[in-house]
């Protein structure tokens, strides 16, 4: 057995992602949103003034815009009262910022990330881990040799401090603004933790760097902002995992990811969610890809209660291209609402989406979906592809994807499939020796294949491990 | 040496007003024998093949399946005295394959992004521990869980994963397909996405070929194969009964195939019941005259 993958295996499938850990933190804020207490985390976290206007200022946007309400098919949003939630709860730990041993964490939160592999994973897998606990980071490590070479792999809120200015420069000013919608506006008041990774010109940064979000106590909010920024000609994999064990309160995440790509440089971004199926999760992630660069989102959701994410891609320099590639599947009560954004706003710009979506139980998923080619964007090309796979009569799939063409030298490609799966394909398994979950299972597997196929290894037997756990209905 | 006897099968179609289809079918295959079951369309060959393998679209309304084991039937494992008698209607269609049953499908379903070779050892590994469940009552799935992982790229399955492994599948495979004459690219294509169907009926033979069953039910393997195909697949069939002592019952409306694969018997359906068995000559008198002289005969004897 190769040693990257043994991380995966000794994790016990049900106890994996449910466990729960007794809430201790250092500091709780109060339940709700009000000026009072932006003031107070930003305290807290020792901010620079110009960090507390910002927040500030989306704070009175968030309170101006109205919910998402009318979207055909949306995810019912009428029980997030975010006056409800606990926006902000740091962990008891005694370095802010992270530690960089593992072992230097509290037994409860070292724990959790055991049972969940990471600390396995990054010694065979990855150059770099961030692992965020409730609103902060609390481990943060990267390889000497990446930052020998400039590399930057830091928590967010540190990076407020030791990078400031390229912070000011970057952060939701011209990527995702928090007027952008009214969670990106609550996202901007609030936000707590994150990733901030820099690279250098020309670097290439040969594994992955994973970070990885959990939210351990009940009715909280996490708000992790992620922002990147590869320079030019520059290469990262950046991989983003998140669980919670679920309770009957809601939870909120809305997380926020801003990437820049630079000139000839090539981000790709993987999520794998796994949140619990009381959690509403919904995030604005958004880049910026200049000449000749090349962004590429990889999205497995799994878990939630409701997830409204569509990760957008701006090709802002000629011969910029965008790929994306997401996996949807929504058992019974789950709204997996998903799909992606591109803007070609240059000549010469490539996109392609791949879309798979399964659903079961009831669940509902949804692929929307816009595709904006800018007049002047000349011989720029997309091809987008959405399939999706009900189990039967009261699971709901809906496909809406959006293209606004003001260009006419382009080439637009698009297919869509909407199929219920095979009473006579599960029979035709059956007859082989395969019982009925392990038929459908089959099925599912082949149907996102041609996805799987694309992935990095370890991101794919994740990937297939979790569809595994939803097919067998054990993540409760 | 197997035996499935079927006795007085009646069978419908399960929904409401369901029309009736099977009114009473009697027959006996045993390992090693090859049986032909001819009969004109709606006459329900079809639908006996069908419900044999468990298939949910159909209702038994009276008579029985079963299944009779012996000990040779699973190579070196022993038969509890106890487990030797099968009523195949009680069982699900996957404990049915796992007791030996087997079915070649007119029409094949098309598994999209399943490789032949991960489907086939799935299936193998699926058979083998499901029949030590039926047989011995036995479940050690739990202990496979918890060594679960992979090894190779998930899409071919955790090496580990089962009484076959990889290596040890390779290998078997291999053989199966020299002996089939088949090309080993197949392997690596999604099962029957995009076969002819000449390549699909192959494939039936081939998966038969894997499981090994002690019966396989072969519902018009020979429809839509051309002659080269045909003999083929005829090899196979015979390689099947020769060299695994398979017992087959081989659909078909034609005596073509019947040629390159001899019954030793031949049974002709007619509306929901067969109403002539004879050995191979009654295949060439039907050849001659037609399904008209057995209805005649039939029904003044009736």
């Known amino acids: 057995m190769s040693s990257d993958q043994d991380h995966l295996k000794e994790t016990d499938t049900e106890a994996r992602f449910e466990f729960k850990k007794e809430q201790k933190a250092a500091f709780v804020a109060e339940k709700g949103l009000t000026e009072e207490t932006i003031r107070v985390i930003s305290e807290d976290k020792d901010e620079p003034e110009w960090m507390l206007e910002r927040r500030l200022r989306a704070l009175k946007q968030y309170q101006k815009m109205p919910m998402p309400t009318d979207w055909p098919g949306q995810p019912d949003l009428s029980e997030v009262n975010v006056d409800e939630i606990v926006p902000y709860i740091r962990p008891d730990v005694e370095v802010r910022g992270g530690v960089d041993d593992w072992r230097d964490l509290p037994d409860d939160i070292k724990d959790t990330f055991d049972k969940l592999g990471i600390p396995e994973a990054e010694k065979n897998a990855l150059s770099g881990v961030g692992a965020q606990y409730e609103s902060e980071v609390v481990y943060q490590n990267m390889q000497e040799r990446w930052e020998e070479k400039g590399v930057v792999f830091m928590n967010m809120d540190q990076a407020v401090q030791e990078h400031e200015d390229i912070v000011k420069e970057y952060f939701m000013t011209k990527c995702v603004p928090p007027s952008d919608n009214k969670f990106a506006a609550l996202h901007g008041a609030i936000w707590s933790g994150g990733s901030f990774v820099y690279v250098p010109e020309d670097v290439t940064v040969e594994m992955p760097v994973q970070a990885y979000f959990r939210m351990n106590s009940e009715g909280m909010g996490q708000f992790e902002h992620t922002l990147i920024v590869a320079e030019k000609g520059s290469e990262v994999h950046y991989i983003e995992g998140c669980s919670a064990p679920k309770y009957s309160a809601f939870n909120l995440h809305s997380g926020g990811v801003e990437v820049f790509v630079g000139e000839d440089a090539h981000v790709q971004y993987s999520t794998v969610q796994n949140w619990s199926k009381n959690t509403y999760n919904l995030n604005t992630k958004r880049a910026i890809v200049e000449k000749g660069g090349r962004m590429e989102w990889i999205s497995g959701s799994m878990g939630s209660k409701a997830t409204m994410l569509y990760p957008a891609s701006i090709l802002k320099g000629r011969g910029a291209s965008d790929n994306h590639i997401t996996i949807a599947f929504a058992g019974e009560g789950q709204n997996i609402d998903t799909g992606a954004k591109v803007y070609h706003n240059a000549p010469e710009t490539k996109s392609t989406i791949e879309s798979k979506s399964i659903s079961k139980d009831g669940g509902r998923t949804n692929y929307r979906g816009l595709v904006h080619i800018a007049n002047g964007a000349k011989n720029s090309s997309t091809a987008v592809e959405c399939d999706a796979l009900m189990f039967d009569n009261e699971s709901t799939s809906d496909t809406m994807p959006y293209m606004e063409i003001n260009e006419s030298t382009v080439d637009v490609a698009h297919e869509a499939t909407v199929g219920k799966i095979g009473d006579e394909d599960i029979f035709y398994l059956q007859s082989r020796g395969l019982d009925d979950d392990d038929a459908k299972q089959m099925i599912v597997s082949g149907f996102i294949e041609p996805i799987t196929e694309e992935l990095p290894i370890e991101y794919a037997v994740e990937l297939n491990r979790l569809v595994e756990l939803e097919m067998e209905g054990s993540l409760g | ?302």
């Open chain 2, 1 to 302: 040496m197997a035996t499935l006897e079927i006795k007085n099968l009646h069978a419908r179609v399960a929904e409401e007003d369901g029309e009736q289809i099977l009114r009473g079918v009697d027959l006996e295959v045993k390992s090693g024998e090859i049986h032909a079951l001819m009969g004109p369309n709606g006459s329900g060959k079809s639908t006996t093949s069908k419900i044999i393998a468990g298939h949910p679209a159909y209702e038994v309304t009276d008579g029985e399946i079963l299944l009779h084991l012996e000990d040779d039937d699973f190579g070196d494992v022993e038969i509890p005295d106890d487990a030797r008698t099968w009523n195949l209607l009680e069982l699900e269609p996957n404990e049915r394959a796992a007791l030996g049953i087997f079915l070649g499908f007119q029409y094949p379903a098309e598994i999209e992004g399943v490789t032949m070779t991960n489907f086939l050892r799935t299936a193998l590994n699926a058979k083998i521990d499901e029949r030590e469940e039926l047989l011995f009552g036995e479940d050690d799935d739990e202990e496979a869980e918890e060594e679960a992982g992979y090894d190779t790229s998930p899409m071919e399955g955790n090496v580990d994963d089962g009484e076959v492994g990889v290596a040890e599948f390779q290998k078997l495979l291999k053989e199966k397909m020299d002996l089939l004459d088949m090309d080993e690219k197949f392997m690596q294509r999604y099962l029957n996405a995009g076969f002819s169907g000449g390549e699909k009926k192959q494939n039936e033979v081939l998966q038969a070929a894997i499981l090994e069953p002690s019966i396989a039910v072969l519902d018009e393997i020979d429809s839509g194969l051309d002659i080269d195909r045909l003999q083929d697949v005829s090899k196979g069939i015979n390689a099947l009964r020769d060299e695994q002592g398979t017992g087959i019952l081989q659909i078909t409306h034609y005596q073509r195939i019947l040629e390159y694969v001899e019954p030793d018997h031949v049974h002709i359906m007619l509306d929901g019941k067969v109403v002539k068995s004879g050995d191979a000559s009654l295949a060439s008198e039907l050849e001659d005259k037609g399904y008209d002289w057995v209805r005649e005969e039939v029904y003044e004897a009736a």
